[in-house]
C-alpha cells in the first residue's frame, strides 16, 4: 500500500470508507488522484478474522455513545452503523436494489417529499457500474421497472424461507422474484462462490459477499490509495471557505492531514455530526450549512416483521436472509398513504431470534425456552419500507463528549401519521401473506427500523439542500459529502447500491471539473 | 484423442460398427453412473427412485461392455432388453425431472431450471440406451446386406440419433453454464464445438453417404477430446470453491461435475461409429 506523508497534500482526502467514500476512493484513485481514505474502524481479513458467532461480530458495529430521543428512539450500533473499513457493508444483507425511477422526482411525480437533482436514466448507467463492479446474482429479468440489463451473476438457488415468501406472493396475486444480491454464484477472482454459511449479515467469513472491503477498497490500493484504519476524524479544518485537511486521532494522538479536497462519507449520523463539530467562527453553525439542513431530514427505513409457524422444516438460516423479494407496493400506487415498500424473505440467527421473541413477543422464562425449539419451524418476512422526510428527525450535537473528547450525536426521530399508515399495511399484507401459506402463530415485530438516510441532503440551489447534485457543498467548493446523507428521499428499498452509484456518479464529476480546472 | 481401435479384419463391418456403438454407449453410461450417483447423494436419495439411474447405469454400462466382447453377429436378446429398460430409464427420468422443476413455485422458471434436477442428465442415460439398442439392431444384420433401422440405413438412423443428442447435451451445458456466468471463458468450449459437430452429423444423416467426411471426423474427435477435458475444467473448478480440493468431500458435490463432461466422448465415439457403417454400408 501507497503511504502519504500528513504533509503531502494529497487530492482528496476521503472520511469513512463504506459504500459512498470506499466507492468513492477506488474510482478517484483509479482516475489518478491521490487519495487518504481514514476509517474509525478496522481493517479486518475476513478469512482470519471473522467468527461464525453473532456475538464476536458486534465488533463491526459502530458502538461508540449516542443519545437517542424523539417520539421513537431508534435503537443504534447494529444493523444501522458501520465500524470497519467497508463500512457497514461488510455486514450488510447483500440485498442490492435499484429505486423506482419516479423516486428521483418524489415530489413533482408522486407529490410527496423532495426531488432529487439527479436524473434516473444517468442513475440506471451508474447503477448498471456498480452492478458490474459487485457481479450482483440476481434474476434472469427483474419484474419490476424500467428494462434494466442482466445481472452479471444468476441468482442464486433459495432456500426454503425464499420459497414461502413466492407461494404467499403468489396466494396474493403478486410477483416475486429472487433478490439481487452481492454475493457470487459462481467462482470470480479470489471469491468462492457462495457457501450458504448464513452469517451473511454478521461479516462474510469466505469472501463470497462483494462488499466495498474486497470490491472497492482493494481496486482503491491497486490505484495507489492509502487506506488509513483506526482513524477517527475529528476535525476539518478550513481557511476562510475552503478547507485544508483534517485532524484525526490515530494510535493515542491527533494528526492533521493536509487536503485539497475533503470528503465526509461518515453516514447520516457521522458526517453531520462531522460537519457540525467543526464549526468555525466563519461557520459558527457547522460546515456546509449556510442552509441550516445539516442534520436536518434525518430519515431511517421501517423493518417491521411478521414471523410464524410452519409445519414442515424450514431451516431459515440456511444462505443469504433474503433470498427472494416483493416489490408489488414500490410500484403499485393505489394505496391511502405516500412511499412504497418491499418485503423479503427472512433468516434471523438465533440470539437475533431470541431478542425477536423476547422483545416484539413478550416471551420469557419456561415459554421463551419452548418457543425456541422451534426455530426450525420459524418462517418471517421483513420490510424495508420508506420514511418520509420530516425537519423535525434531527441529528444534532449533544452536550456530552466521547473517548476522543468530541460532542456526541443526539438522534431525535419520530415515526409520522404517514410511516405509520405505511407501516401498518405492510404489516396487514405479510400476515396476510402467512396466512396463505397456512402459517400458524402469527405475530407482528411491530417496532423495527435500519438504513439511515438524510442530514446532508443534496438539492437545487443553496438554500434547498447542503450539497448539489455533484455531491459538493454549496458553502465550501472543496468539501464534498458521498454517502447516505444526501439522499432527500429513502425510497423502500435497502440503498447501498444508490449510494454506490451516487459514488460513481460523482467520481466521473470530479474528473469532468478536475479537467475543466473547476475544482 | 480416444484411439477407436479396429476389430479384427474377418470381423463383419457391422459388428465393428456395432461394437464401436457399445463403446460409445458404455461411455455414456459410466458418465450418467458416476454422476447421478454423486448427485443423488447430493439429494440425499430424498425419493428411492433415485437409485434407478445407478442401477441402470451399472447394467448398461456392463452391458456395453458385454456388446463390445462379443463378436458374433446376432442379435442378444437379454441384452437388447437390458438396453430397452435403460432407455426407458432415461424416459422416465426426463418426465421425473420435468415434473419436478414444473411443480416449483415459478414453475418453467431460470431458478427452476437452474436448479432442479436436469432434465437433460437422464437424457444421457436415454442416448446411452438408444445407442445400445441401434448396437444390438446392427449386430443382427447378414453378411452383405446393409444394417437396416426400421427399414433405414443404420448408419444414418445412428448419426441422426448422435446430431440430436449432441445438440441437447450442448444445450444442458448451455444452460448450466449460463447459471455459472460464464465466468471463465472455457465454459463456452462445450457450447460451441458440439454444436458444431452435430451440425456436421446432421450434415452425413442427410447427405451423401459415399462421401469420406474427414472433416466431421475430425470434429468429432476434437468433441471426444473436449469431454475429456471438460472433465479436467471441472477438476479445476473444484479447486476453486471455498476450501479448494481440502474440503473435496463438500466440493466436489456442489462443485462443476466432473463426471459429466465425458457424455461428449460417448457421443462422440457413436459419431464416428456411424460416419463408419456409413462408409461400410453407402446408399445413395
Redesign the interface.
Known amino acids: 500500500m501507497r503511504e502519504y506523508s500528513l504533509d503531502d497534500e494529497v487530492d482528496f482526502l476521503i472520511i469513512g470508507t463504506g459504500a459512498g467514500g470506499g466507492t468513492l476512493a477506488g474510482r478517484l484513485a483509479e482516475m489518478g488522484f491521490s487519495v487518504v481514505a481514514l476509517d474509525a474502524g478496522a481493517y479486518f481479513r475476513p478469512l482470519d478474522d471473522f467468527a461464525s458467532d453473532e456475538t464476536e461480530q458486534e465488533k463491526l458495529y459502530w458502538n461508540d455513545r449516542r443519545i437517542v430521543d424523539g417520539g421513537t428512539p431508534l435503537q443504534m450500533g447494529g444493523k444501522n452503523s458501520g465500524k470497519a473499513v467497508g463500512g457497514s457493508m461488510v455486514h450488510f444483507a447483500m440485498v442490492s436494489l435499484r429505486f423506482r425511477p419516479e423516486w428521483f422526482r418524489s415530489r413533482s411525480v408522486l407529490g410527496y417529499g423532495a426531488d432529487w437533482p439527479l436524473d434516473w436514466r444517468e442513475m440506471w448507467r451508474y447503477y448498471r457500474e456498480a452492478e458490474l463492479a459487485l457481479?450482483i446474482s440476481g434474476?434472469?429479468t427483474y419484474p419490476w421497472g424500467p428494462k434494466r440489463p442482466r445481472y452479471?451473476?444468476?441468482?442464486h438457488?433459495?432456500n426454503s424461507a425464499g420459497?414461502l415468501l413466492?407461494?404467499g406472493a403468489?396466494a396474493l396475486g403478486y410477483q416475486w422474484t429472487?433478490t439481487p444480491l452481492a454475493t457470487v454464484?459462481?467462482?470470480?477472482g479470489k471469491s468462492?462462490?457462495c457457501?450458504y454459511r448464513g452469517f451473511c449479515r454478521f461479516g462474510c467469513s469466505?469472501n463470497?459477499k462483494q462488499s466495498t472491503l474486497n470490491t472497492w477498497i482493494p481496486r482503491a490500493l491497486a490505484a495507489g490509495a492509502e487506506i488509513r484504519d483506526l482513524a477517527m476524524a475529528g476535525r476539518i479544518e478550513v481557511k476562510g471557505d475552503r478547507a485544508t485537511g483534517v485532524h484525526f486521532h490515530r494510535e493515542g494522538a491527533w494528526h492533521f492531514q493536509r487536503a485539497r479536497n475533503v470528503v465526509v462519507a461518515g453516514y447520516a449520523v457521522e458526517t453531520p455530526r462531522l460537519l457540525l463539530n467543526s464549526a468555525t467562527s466563519r461557520h459558527p453553525h457547522g460546515l456546509a450549512n449556510r442552509s441550516g439542513l445539516v442534520g436536518k431530514y434525518f430519515m431511517t427505513q421501517s423493518n417491521q416483521a411478521v414471523f410464524g409457524r410452519m409445519r414442515d422444516e424450514v431451516r431459515w438460516y440456511k444462505g443469504p436472509p433474503s433470498f427472494t423479494i416483493t416489490e408489488h407496493w414500490n410500484y403499485d400506487d393505489r394505496k391511502d398513504f405516500f412511499g412504497g415498500y418491499c418485503w423479503m424473505a427472512q433468516g434471523p440467527l438465533p440470539i437475533e431470534w431470541g431478542f425477536i421473541q423476547t422483545g416484539a413477543r413478550g416471551l420469557w422464562g419456561e415459554a421463551l425456552r419452548q418457543d425456541m425449539l422451534n426455530y426450525n419451524h420459524q418462517v418471517g418476512l421483513k420490510m424495508v419500507g420508506e420514511t418520509l422526510p420530516d425537519a423535525a428527525n434531527t441529528v444534532t450535537l449533544a452536550d456530552e463528549v466521547d473517548q476522543y473528547g468530541l460532542r456526541i450525536p443526539r438522534i431525535t426521530f419520530s415515526w409520522g401519521e404517514n410511516d405509520r399508515k405505511l407501516i401498518g399495511h405492510a404489516i396487514s399484507e405479510m400476515t396476510r401473506s402467512l396466512e396463505a401459506i397456512g402459517a400458524e402463530d402469527i405475530f407482528p415485530q411491530r417496532e423495527d427500523a435500519n438504513h439511515l438516510a438524510g442530514t446532508a441532503r443534496m438539492g437545487f440551489t443553496p438554500e434547498d439542500s447542503v450539497v448539489d447534485a455533484d455531491c459538493r457543498s454549496w458553502d465550501i467548493p472543496n468539501l464534498w459529502v458521498c454517502d447516505g446523507s444526501v439522499f432527500p428521499t429513502t425510497g423502500g428499498v435497502n440503498p447501498s447500491l444508490t449510494i454506490q452509484a451516487i459514488a460513481l456518479r460523482t467520481a466521473d464529476r470530479i474528473k469532468a471539473m478536475a479537467g475543466r480546472g473547476e475544482l | 484423442m480416444p484411439r477407436i481401435s479396429r476389430a479384427a479384419p474377418e470381423t463383419q463391418p457391422a459388428v465393428q460398427a456395432a461394437k464401436r456403438l457399445n463403446r460409445g454407449s458404455a461411455m455414456l453410461a459410466a458418465s450418467v453412473l458416476a454422476d447421478s450417483a454423486m448427485e443423488h447423494y447430493r439429494g440425499g436419495f430424498y425419493n428411492p427412485a433415485m437409485v434407478t439411474p445407478i442401477l441402470t447405469s451399472i447394467a448398461a454400462l456392463s452391458t456395453s461392455l458385454h456388446g463390445h466382447n462379443d463378436d458374433r453377429q446376432r442379435r442378444h436378446r437379454q441384452r437388447d432388453r437390458l438396453f430397452g429398460l435403460t432407455a426407458a430409464t432415461g424416459i422416465a427420468g426426463i418426465g421425473f425431472h420435468l415434473y419436478n422443476t414444473l411443480k416449483?413455485?415459478?414453475g418453467l422458471s431460470?431458478?427452476n431450471l437452474?436448479?432442479s434436477g436436469p432434465i437433460g442428465a437422464p437424457a444421457a442415460i436415454l442416448l446411452s440406451g438408444l445407442f445400445g439398442l441401434l448396437a444390438e439392431r446392427v449386430r443382427d444384420t447378414p453378411p452383405g446386406e446393409t444394417p437396416r433401422i426400421f427399414g433405414l440405413n443404420a448408419g444414418r438412423v445412428t448419426s441422426l440419433v448422435t446430431s440430436v443428442g449432441l445438440f441437447a447435451t450442448s444445450g444442458e451445458a448451455g444452460l448450466l453454464h449460463?447459471?455459472?456466468?460464464f465466468?471463465?471463458p472455457a465454459m463456452f468450449l462445450p457450447v460451441t464445438l458440439p454444436p458444431v459437430a452435430g451440425a456436421l452429423m446432421g450434415k452425413a444423416t442427410f447427405g451423401n453417404s459415399r462421401k469420406e467426411r474427414r472433416f466431421t471426423r475430425f470434429w468429432l474427435r476434437l468433441t471426444a477430446l473436449l469431454g475429456i477435458a471438460g472433465s479436467g475444467f471441472h477438476i479445476y473448478?473444484v479447486s476453486?470453491?471455498?476450501?479448494g480440493w481440502h474440503n473435496w468431500r463438500?466440493n466436489m458435490v456442489?462443485g462443476p461435475p466432473i463426471p459429466a463432461p465425458p457424455s461428449f466422448t460417448g457421443l462422440a465415439m457413436a459419431g464416428l461409429a456411424a460416419l463408419a457403417l456409413l462408409r461400410a454400408h453407402p446408399e445413395d
Open positions: 457481479a434474476p434472469v452479471p451473476y444468476r441468482a438457488e433459495i420459497r413466492a407461494l403468489e429472487e454464484s459462481a467462482p470470480r468462492p462462490p457457501v469466505t463470497a | 416449483k413455485p415459478g431460470w431458478q437452474f436448479y449460463f447459471r455459472g456466468a465466468q471463465n473448478g476453486r470453491a471455498m476450501g463438500q456442489d
